[in-house]
């Protein structure tokens, strides 16, 4: 739910003890003039979640009712890498000729964890792999900041095991309009594994 903005006999609070945490678990926004509120979501995902919103009504002379209704909030983005969660990644995409481009970097101090991907023959909505030989290219990083490809050869051996990576295009309208997309499979440091999982929207910007 998202509120359209108050006016001078609205009440706005966050409903907890400690007051002036809108950014951690969201606001409700009363309308004084009309018998109605709205509840707008943090900008960044919650650690506790989902979260519990809670509204009393004073049904007078019949007393007061409070009604409860659990909301899961989801942030646009939203990467791990390694056992280590991101709810808020930077994203950047761009589409270039056929190719897109895009990297989830973790907004910490550390830029950790990171994926990056190519997919050459970019076609819209879909789902795209990441084969042994390309074309598509994809490396990734745990907390640690090591580098993971998308699968590798077996000592003493000409087998490849692969990551099983997928992207997915979940929403595309054309360059310069909102994408939205998944990414999810296994990488690897030489034997070593890390699970990466991300879901992204943005912008791509466009290099004709």
Known sequence: MAGKGSDEND??????????????VGQITEGRTLAKASYDAPIRE??????MIGAELDLQPFGRVTVLRSI????????TGGGTTDNNPNVA?????????GTLVSASPTARPFVSF???DFRGKGTYSFPKN????TTASGASGEGYAHGYY????????????????????????????TLAGTYYKEVTPIAVSARFQGVPSLIP
Do not use: F
Not at 12 to 22: E, F, I, L, P, S
């Open 154 to 181: 077996k000592p003493y051996s000409i087998e490849w095991v692969s990551g099983n990576i997928l992207l997915t295009i979940t929403e595309y309208n054309g360059a310069e309009k909102p994408m939205r997309g």
């Open 46 to 51: 919650p650690d506790a979640n989902p979260v």
């Open 93 to 101: 995409l761009t589409i270039m000729g056929n190719k897109l481009m």
């Open 11 to 24: 009440t706005v609070t966050d409903g907890t003890a400690q007051g002036d945490n809108y950014g951690n």
């Open 72 to 79: 899961r909030v989801e942030s646009a983005a939203r990467l």
């Open 134 to 137: 390309g074309p598509n290219q």
């Open 118 to 120: 190519i997919i050459d």
